[in-house]
């Protein structure tokens, strides 16, 4: 099992964040990942850094393999996700990675463009799978269908193909993704749902290394920890269709204001004891997870990065 850091680009400003990657790489970190949106989950987060040019800054100043959740198909169009993929890839080969998904309004509708239902974007999404693949593959595309490509070709392309992952939180669609995936990135949620959500990517023929991102909360005392959960998470906890087709901050603050610690721990692991982080980190993991991602949700990621990599990473090691 690897062990890495995830970047909220949401929490924390591009510039800050680059240095708490580079912090990371320095506790003993071994990867990173971030998310890319284009505006955070409510008004307390308040950032959300292009993660693209981060991503640049940050595979140059460490060693790091890093990766990057993305939604292709409607705020970006699929060839241009596939030359941003590809210059990373041949700048930085085996390095990087993209997990290709199939978006939020909260990120998407800047477009003007309609919001699809969830069939249509799981559609849309495939055939920008395809699209970006035949191009990674040094293909001429043209494709008309629920995204349009006319003779696309990228000029620089990698040694190395980056893995194309596919992000899942339910049972049905790692099922789905199976068919196209080089590998499944999730985030925590009971061991049982873990358990069959891995095991219906398999038995659906998914192949390539399974990812779990965990969001956690520890502080030195458990008030403390309970109050960074709930001041930076509390607008994270809604499920689908809520998380996907809520457009602004402004509403997820709203929706979250009668949201409490019991219903953010329902997302977060929360607690001041580092053993006990390092307990159900490792009960996480023992599913079946080939990398495991740290998320600690709050801004200030110095004593976490300190302290997980003194007390917790070499314990989960070893």
């Not at 919001?115 to 249509?120: A, H, I, R």
């Not at 998914?206 to 458990?222: F, R």
């Not at 994270?236 to 709203?254: H, L, R, S």
């Not at 019991?262 to 580092?274: A, F, I, N, Q, T």
């Amino acid at each position: 099992m690897r062990l890495g850091f995830h970047a909220s680009h949401e929490q924390i400003a591009p510039s800050r964040l680059l240095s708490d990657v580079q912090h990371a790489e320095q506790a003993g970190f071994e990867m990173a990942m971030c998310s890319d949106h284009i505006a955070p989950w409510g008004t307390r987060q308040g950032h959300s850094g292009y993660a693209w040019s981060w991503l640049g800054a940050a595979l140059a100043t460490t060693e790091l393999e890093l990766g990057c959740v993305c939604a292709p198909g409607q705020r970006y169009h699929p060839a241009v996700v596939a030359q941003k993929i590809a210059t990373l890839a041949e700048m930085f080969p085996g390095r990087f990675w993209t997990a290709l998904g199939s978006g939020e309004a909260s990120n998407e509708h800047i477009t003007g463009d309609r919001w699809p239902p969830k069939e249509e974007r799981t559609r849309r999404l495939e055939e920008c799978v395809d699209v970006i693949r035949r191009l990674l593959a040094g293909e001429e595309v043209t494709h008309d269908g629920l995204v349009t490509v006319d003779r696309a070709r990228l000029w620089d392309l990698p040694q190395v193909q980056p893995r194309l992952i596919a992000p899942a939180v339910s049972v049905a669609s790692a099922a789905r993704v199976a068919g196209w995936a080089d590998g499944l990135v999730t985030i925590n949620q009971p061991v049982g749902v873990l358990r069959d959500l891995v095991a219906a990517y398999r038995d659906a023929g998914g192949a390539g290394p399974l990812s779990l991102q965990v969001h956690l909360s520890w502080a030195p005392t458990q008030d403390e920890a309970e109050g960074i959960a709930l001041d930076q998470w509390r607008t994270n906890v809604f499920t689908e269709p809520v998380n996907w087709d809520t457009e602004t901050p402004e509403a997820f603050d709203v929706m979250a204001e009668h949201v409490g610690i019991e219903g953010v721990r329902r997302s977060v692991e929360v607690s001041e004891d580092l053993g006990w982080h390092r307990d159900r980190i490792a009960e996480l993991a023992s599913v079946g997870f080939d990398d495991v991602y740290l998320h600690f949700v709050g801004q200030e990621q110095a004593g976490f990065l300190d302290a997980f990599g003194e007390h917790v990473l070499p314990a989960l090691r070893g």
